[in-house]
Nanobody, 117 residues
Framework: QVQLVESGGGLVQPGGSLRLSCAAS????????MGWYRQAPGKQRELVAT???????YYADSVKGRFTISRDNAKNTVYLQMNSLKPKDTAVYYC???????????WGQGTQVTVSS
């Protein structure tokens, strides 16, 4: 069973930064497309950023220029560097792994990010 474990969430003031990590196991990480998603209270889960197996990133307009997604295939880990955080970034952030073979998306358990003064 695929395992994805997120870490790095917490409470930060507006304008601050956080770095989320997602460690994957029991998959051939290098061939998976990886992504970060978030879900705020009362809202649907939304895409934040994705990165292909080849390292090409994609960002939602709401985070473009503030967030950076990256991956380290040697460590089976995907990262989300979040700068200039805003209160509207408050959400549970989930890591997703897309299998290129089965088209199945696996999810982590999520990590809470709260941006508040």
């Amino acid at each position: 069973q695929v395992q994805l474990v997120e870490s790095g969430g917490g409470l930060v003031q507006p304008g601050g930064s956080l770095r989320l990590s997602c460690a994957a196991s029991r998959i051939i990480f290098s061939i998976y497309h990886m992504g970060w998603y978030r879900q705020a209270p009362g809202k649907q889960r939304e895409l934040v950023a994705t990165i292909t197996s080849g390292g090409s990133p994609y960002y939602a307009d709401s985070v473009k220029g503030r967030f950076t997604i990256s991956r380290d295939n040697a460590k089976n880990t995907v990262y989300l560097q979040m700068n200039s955080l805003k209160p509207k970034d408050t959400a549970v952030y989930y890591c997703g792994a897309d299998s290129p073979i089965t088209a199945t998306r696996h999810w982590g358990q999520g990590t809470q990010v709260t941006v508040s003064s």
